[in-house]
Structures are given as C-alpha cells and as structure tokens.
C-alpha cells in the first residue's frame, strides 16, 4: 500500500524517485478506492510534505526526471478518474476529496522541486498534456468551449487567496474558455478591480501567470451552452460587479471561482453544483480576520476547488519554472501568516495611509471625471473593509517577503518546509524586537498578536 513506500526508502539509502514514483502511480491505478481513499492520501500528503532534498538520489534524478514528472502527472490523471467512478458510483465522500487535495498539493510541490533542479535547457517542455499517452509539449492542447483555467499568477496576492481556505493551494484564479464560430478563444472573468469581462485568451495567458490547468466538463453539449451563455451575459449585458464577499450563489455579483458555477448552474436554469466540493474558511480559528474583510459564510467556491469536481478532466497543465522560487517564497509567505492568525492570535493592522487610500481611491470611482486614475484598482462597488483589510494583509506581506529575501535570497532550490522553518525563526525574532520596541520590528507593527505589545508575555518563546 501507499503507507509503505516511503518507510522502505529510508531503509534501503538513497530515493531513487523516478522507481518510487512509477510504483506509486501503479499503486494508485490499482488501490485507490473509496474504502481506501483517505488513509492513503493522507499518508501520501504527509510523506510527500516531508521528503527532503538531501535524501534523494540526484543521480537518479538527473537521468529520470522527465519520468518523474510524467509519472506523477499520471497518477493526478488516474485519481481524478478515479472521483469520477467513486462518484458515478455514488460513493464519492468530502474526506476523500480532502485527501486527495491535500496528495496533490505535495505531489505539485514536488514536481515544482523537479523543475527547479533541472537545467532550463534540459525540459523537453512545459506543458504537460493528458491522452492515451500523457506527454510534455511546448504549447498547450486546442482549448474548446466550456473549458476551465484554473491559474496562479505570480504576484504574493495570489499566493494570498490560494491558501485563504481551510485546505491550502496554489492556485488563485479561474476562467471560463468561449469559443466563438470565427474560432477565436475567449476568457470570461471576474477581477476585484473589473468585474465580471471577458478577453482573448492570448491576452489572459500572456499576463504574468506562474501556473495553468486545463479542465473540461465531461457533457460537452453542456459545456457549450454553459459557456455561450456566460459570454454573451458578460459581454453584451449589463455590467455585472465584483462579489468580494463570496457569496458563491450570487450570479447578480460574480468572483473569479463562482463564474464557472453560475455558468453550468443557475444561469442556464440548472443547480449550482460545480464545484462538487467547496472551500470551508476556518472561522473558528481566525473569525477577526473575516469578519474584518466582511465575509460572514463559512464556504465558498475557490479556484483550486474545481480541480477536484469529478465532472471535470485535466486536459493539460503548465507552470513557469522561472518564477517556482517566488511562487514557493510566497506560498510560504501566505501559508505562515494564516497560521499566525490563526494559532498564534495575530491579526492585520491597517495603517491609516491603508485607510485613506481605499476611501480616496472608492470616492475617485464614483466622480466620472477623475475615475480614470484608479481604474484598474478599485471598484465603485467595492467593500470598503474588504479592500481596507486586504490591502493592509498585502502590504504586510510584501514587507515579510522583503525581509526573507534580504536573509536567504531569492530562493532556488529552498524547499517549502525549509521557507516556513525560516519565516518561524524571522516571526520570533521580529516578534521579540517588537515587544521591546515596536517601532523597530520590520514587520509586527503591520501584523502582530492583538493587544497593546507591553501586555504579550511569552509569546516570543517557541510553540
């Protein structure tokens, strides 16, 4: 069983990845079954998580790592058939879907650690395609109606709403694929500075993204019309604005990972069904935080959601290896300040220049004349302390990110348990400098424990 492999690796010396990764993606095609489903990926996720560097053969390694990646891309592919026939079935559980969440999320980190390894002229290419035969090429497959982009852009925002939710991912965007009967491919959206709008789809993937995954609904018939209908909503009705407070089953305001489910669901007159499995906030952990940005659901529909809907297929996926080191820096970066809030009691404190700007910004908005000036930033409709609490969790970001770089560098080849072990080491000592002298710290003064710095006592000792 899967539980196994990785014990025997460190018995037996060296991995030799490319043979323990051909074995697990046999494994999967062969074992994986509702029964079996959550002791596996979770055994999976935490072996994977905790493989370091140092322990595999790099011999092996340099010689095998286009099998690697292709084997692990097809044991992704088999486990999505696999919640297909688990679900057709009718025994698909939320358990099972969390394991196989959170497997995939260590198998990408590990494919990412692959890439990253690897001289840039050795990739045979950076698409990875699905079919009989999975393979890599330079370009992605024909896109088709109905086809969802699941995507991560390279900014530390995006890492934010990637691990917003109670699982984390690395994907922070969802677009939804028109094609028109001139051939030409469109995206249909939703952006917090835009709204609801469509583009061509050259134009979507050539702006900065670190990340792509082609999905494809199995009913292609309902793909179409779900797809037809969304674009022509978006692009000749009336403006539809952005929903920052992701209410996931409100089409009269759309966010990114709600516009697919309001395509296939309530827009063509059927059930809000898509994605099969939605993203719970950890309120109980971290209420301050949401109840500040002025969310009060407990779900919600979020881009890596759709990932894991078993009326879906991966068609193809991509990632940039240029901009792995940041992406993972930022994973980090996102993953460690939610676990703060959420363990260690911090919470974002927005400066008053944070404050302003929104409220400037929000009036600038509403005055035709001068709206031109904040155009790609706010929305007139926006939620004040929505934009107010998440421009102040990206500014403290940004200077948590400036002062990991100035400690470790850019970060190639730094693994993402050794980015959260360095930020945990930065959190004490900088939590320390605050208590004594608030003023100094690089980065408490933006997020620290609630409560005035002379009354936190202990906290600056090792959890």
Known sequence: MWWTWMAAWAADGPIKLSKEVARVNEEVRLELAPDTCVAITEAVFHDLANLRPDEVDRTDLARKADD????????????????????????????????????????????????????????????????????????????????????????????????????DSQF??????YVDEAGKAWTVEAYMERGALVQPVEDFLADGLGRVVILRHHDAALAAEAAAAAYDRVAHGPFIPYDDLFLHDDGDRLFCSEVARWAYGSLIGRPNTIPWDLTR????????????????????????????????DIVAEWRDPAELPRMRRHDAIAESAYRWMEEEGYEVDPSA????????????????????????????????????????????????????????????NVTRTEWLEALEAMRLEDLSTWEGAPKDAAFHTKMHPGGDPAEVSGSSETP
């Open 68 to 167: 690697v990646v292709l084997d692990i891309f097809r044991a992704r592919l088999a486990t999505q058939a696999a919640l297909t026939r688990f679900a057709e079935a009718g025994e698909l559980e939320h358990d099972c879907v969390t394991g196989v969440r959170r497997a995939d999320l260590a198998s990408r980190y590990l494919v990412d650690q692959v890439y990253e390894a690897l001289p840039d002229d050795t990739l045979p290419g950076t698409w990875l395609v699905a079919g009989k035969k999975p393979r890599f090429a330079k370009e992605h497959p024909e896109l088709r109606t109905g086809d969802v982009l699941v995507t991560r852009a390279t900014a530390l925002s995006s890492a934010g709403i990637a691990h917003l939710g109670g699982i």
């Open 172 to 177: 922070s965007h969802n677009a939804l694929v």
């Open 281 to 312: 906030f950890p309120r109980e952990t971290n209420a301050r935080f949401f109840d500040a940005m002025g969310i009060e659901g407990s779900e919600t529909s979020m881009p890596a959601d759709i990932l894991y809907d078993p009326s879906f």
């Open 353 to 412: 220049g944070d404050a302003a700007f929104v409220t400037v910004g929000l009036t600038l908005r509403r005055l035709p004349v001068l709206s031109y000036a904040v155009r790609d930033r706010l929305l007139p409709t926006s939620n004040r302390d929505f934009l107010v609490t998440g421009l102040a969790f990206d500014t403290a970001g940004r200077v948590v990110d400036e002062e990991l770089v100035r400690r470790k560098g850019e970060g190639r």
